[in-house]
């Protein structure tokens, strides 16, 4: 298998161009690529509730900023992954602390023999109490939820950076209510940073519960903006994940959303293609069909930065 | 007229009697058997120090708030059962007091607007404040203490406590707080009138996010949608931007006047530097943080510094000073998170992944153990109390 070189590697080779959010930065000469760049979009595809199976590559239809690219499509069913897992022990969720656990020990379980898994959590700092391990491994969940800053923005950033051998996929979920204090990095650099990275990103809405007592010692300081939960949700689309919020009947199950979000994984494409036509810089937005499945849903990377 | 001894006996009285009158429920009697203060007074003036915290922290929410109130009661007749011994009583007394609401503070029970405790951890360190004033001329123990006791109030962010109002004094509003007790008690150590600056500056909203920072292009602070939201006649706006421009003015005048005091003049010059870049000066900031960093010994001094000018130099959209400075952070803090991150995220974004993946796992096994200083930046000297109170134990040890 030809190894994917990464987009953020290749974009290093490049000018260091001026990005917008809003859409690529006008050159005076637009300059056309040649292919030298490989893209992976990881693309789910459903009909209802069922996963569609069985695609190749000739039932997708990928354009990259509308012109259309010739790709390659590999189920990655049978690809091992690695499987981050960030748990917000921030105060503000401290009532879940004790469900979040349980349902971390179901989603190892959840694992298959070649896959791998770590995890986050946050205290005054970014912590990983559980360093990748192989499906499977016991792991001692002794740690407490943390009352003060909250941390999300950076331990997702943290996840994210993980740069996966080049035979496996990463699978970044969160566990949090989105509500980030004293973070490094913006919500904005957050998503950015999204939008380059290979790896897909669902948020498990944890809400409420918890303390946000503003006379406990170091309390949450600087706040994040007020938009922020939805910059973070953007962020997950934008890595063709989602945010999933609790149900209406059931209540939030992480075990239940990491199972659906564990089988689609499993069960999507990568659909790999060198850009062909397109200027280079900016924002390139990706959009997949299948024309095959008009009736289909597809999640899929939105984009990448250049 | 009454002189300042009376006056101090008084302020203790009216203390003791606000605490004791802000409890409608009286203690049961096993409560107080749990927490007797005279017990604990004594095991804690005879060395035992750990093991006399250990009931406070076992304690309930209810059990904590019965004993603060019976400390200050009984521990004031403790003081003075004995007095030939009065002055080491009350500076154990006061040392008690402040390990105990150390303990409280790290539960969130500092103060509790809706609970029926009306200064709750503010009252009961204003009563050791006015034991150790009962004394007689301040010595290193009440220096300690003062020092302690501001770092814990910076912990829980109580800037008010410490400095009120938190504006230029005019004719009419006569500053005063804790800080003020330990200036006039000690007018010549530097770190008090650095505390009053870092309680007047810390009253500037703490900067939101910035938008997204783009090598070559400056960036903003984003707006608040909430101000926007709420239609605010002009002149009160007006009124009020003005208010904060006096204020931070103030603050500024303060930190500009210890930048040449030896001690505390590297910290004041980092403070101000953040202070000028929360007030979108982003240039002077980042003059101001780039001879912070310069000057600075300490490394945790140092590491902030440079870490603040990287952030400065990043909104500016000078992304190679940004590397530089977060550099130069990791050089005096090797792999703290902080910059570690932000210096991960900033060469990531350049397309640099393997680079940033490589600093992120070496930072993940070698990461300093103790508290990063960004992440403590926002709480004074609060990373400072667990040494002051080891030292504070030193003093009072038998």
């Not at chain 2, 004791?20 to 927490?35: C, D, E, N, V, Y």
């Not at chain 2, 938008?211 to 605010?232: H, K, Y």
């Not at chain 2, 960004?374 to 504070?392: H, S, T």
């Amino acid at each position: 298998m030809t190894r994917t070189i990464t987009l953020a590697a290749c974009v290093s080779v490049m000018a260091l161009a001026i990005v917008s959010a809003d859409g690529p930065v006008p050159d005076q000469q637009p300059v056309f690529r040649t292919g030298a760049l490989t893209v992976s979009v990881n693309a789910s595809v459903k009909r209802g509730n069922r996963v569609v199976a069985k695609l190749t590559a000739k039932d997708f239809r990928l354009t990259d900023n509308k012109v259309e690219q010739t790709i390659e499509a590999v189920s990655i069913e049978s690809v091992p992954v690695d499987v981050s897992l960030f748990l917000d022990t921030s105060g503000s969720t401290a009532g879940k602390l004790d469900d979040m656990k349980r349902d971390v020990q179901g989603i190892i379980r959840l694992l298959r023999p070649g896959d791998r898994f770590r995890l986050l959590t946050i205290a005054d700092s970014v912590d990983e109490p559980v360093n990748w391990v192989p499906a499977g491994t016991a792991v001692n969940l002794s740690f407490q939820a943390v009352g003060g800053i909250s941390l999300v923005h950076d331990a997702l950033v943290e996840a994210l950076l993980h740069r996966p051998d080049a035979d496996r996929r990463h699978l970044v979920v969160g566990m949090t209510d989105r509500r980030d204090c004293g973070s490094v990095v913006s919500s904005g650099q957050l998503r950015e940073l999204a939008s380059r990275s290979e790896a897909v990103l669902h948020l498990v809405e944890q809400s409420g519960s918890g303390d946000d007592n503003p006379y406990r010692v170091r309390t949450c300081s600087p706040r994040g903006r007020l938009d922020g939960p939805e910059i973070i949700a953007e962020a997950a689309a934008r890595t063709g994940g989602m945010l999933h919020e609790p149900s209406y009947f059931f209540g939030s199950s992480v075990l239940r959303a990491f199972r659906t979000i564990f089988e689609e994984f499993r069960q999507s494409y990568v659909l790999r293609y060198s850009p062909t036509g397109v200027a280079r810089g900016g924002w390139h937005a990706i959009a997949v069909k299948v024309p095959s499945v008009p009736d289909a849903t597809i999640r899929a990377r939105q984009g990448y930065f250049d | 007229m009454t002189g300042p001894a009376e006056r101090v006996g008084l302020l203790i009285r009216v203390l003791t009697l606000a605490l004791i009158g802000s409890s409608l429920h009286g203690p049961t009697a096993a409560q107080i058997k749990r927490l007797d203060p005279t017990a604990l007074l004594d095991a804690y003036a005879q060395g035992h120090h750990d093991e006399t915290l250990t009931p406070v922290r076992l304690a309930t929410r209810d059990q904590a708030r019965e004993f603060r109130q019976h400390l200050v009661l009984s521990g004031t007749q403790w003081v003075d059962a004995a007095p030939a011994d009065r002055s080491r009583r009350a500076l154990v007394a006061a040392a008690f007091a402040l390990e105990a609401e150390r303990i409280r503070a790290e539960r969130g029970e500092w103060t509790d607007p809706g609970d029926d405790e009306v200064c709750a951890g503010r009252c009961v360190i204003e009563w050791a404040c006015t034991l150790l004033q009962s004394r007689g001329a301040p010595d290193e123990g009440e220096r300690v203490w003062m020092l302690a006791s501001i770092a814990l109030a910076g912990g829980v962010r109580d800037w008010t406590f410490l400095q009120s109002p938190l504006s230029r004094p005019t004719q009419k509003t006569v500053e005063r707080g804790h800080v003020h007790h330990a200036i006039a008690r000690m007018p010549d150590e530097p770190r008090f009138r650095l505390a009053r600056a870092v309680a007047l500056s810390s009253r500037q909203p703490v900067m939101g996010e910035m938008e997204t920072a783009r090598d070559g292009t400056r960036t903003a602070q984003i707006p608040n949608p909430l101000v926007r939201m709420i239609e605010v006649p002009s002149f009160v706006l007006s009124g009020l931007e003005q208010r904060r421009t006096t204020l931070i003015e103030y603050a500024r005048e303060e930190l500009e006047k210890l930048v040449s005091v030896a001690g505390v003049g590297d910290e004041a010059r980092t403070r101000l530097g953040y202070l000028l870049w929360a007030r979108g000066e982003a240039e002077p900031a980042l003059a101001t943080l780039r001879a912070a960093g310069e000057s600075a010994q300490d490394p945790d001094l140092k590491y902030l510094a440079h870490f603040l000018a990287a952030q400065t130099a990043q909104a500016l959209g000078d992304f190679r000073d940004a590397e530089t400075h977060y550099t130069a952070a990791l050089a005096a803090r090797p792999h703290s998170q902080s910059a570690t991150l932000g210096l991960a995220t900033l060469l990531y974004l350049r397309g640099e992944a393997h680079q940033s993946y490589d600093l992120m796992n070496a930072s993940r096994s070698g990461r300093p153990r103790d508290d990063d200083p960004w992440r403590m930046f926002f709480y004074g000297d609060f990373p400072k109390l667990p040494a002051l109170v080891d030292e504070l134990r030193r003093v009072v040890r038998p």
